[in-house]
């Protein structure tokens, strides 16, 4: 299993609170975008790291993710923020089962 740091799951969480608000919906989209960047940013990471072997399956678990994000973001782009509400409510499924807290004190 993987960490996940606070701020990360929290941006993931606040996010599924504005997505309701059709007013905040291209903010919404910005912040599905940036974090499509960041998984991308990732998965290059990962996959370069794999002359070694694919580690704990980091590049495929990265990959779904993506995939994830990316049926997310092409819902809210259609506006149909209720799709995309339960698209980002299997994403927040699939971090809380793929990934633990980060510990409170390091």
């Given amino acids: 299993m993987f960490m996940i740091s606070k701020e990360a799951m929290h941006s993931v969480m606040s996010l599924r609170e504005k997505i309701a608000d059709p007013e905040k919906r291209a ?15 990732h998965l290059a990471r990962a996959e370069w790291g794999s002359c070694c072997g694919n580690i704990c399956n980091l590049a ?46 390091w």
Avoid: G
Wanted: proline share 5%; net charge negative; with cysteine.
């Fill in 60 to 105: 495929p678990q990265i990959d779904s993710e993506l995939q994830m994000l990316q049926n997310t973001l092409e819902v809210l782009r259609k506006e149909d923020s209720t799709k995309a509400s339960s698209l980002l409510e299997d994403y927040i499924a699939f971090l809380q089962e793929s990934y633990r807290p980060e510990p409170e004190h």
């Fill in 27 to 41: 903010e919404c989209i910005a912040d599905v975008e940036n974090m499509i960047k960041m998984k991308e940013s």
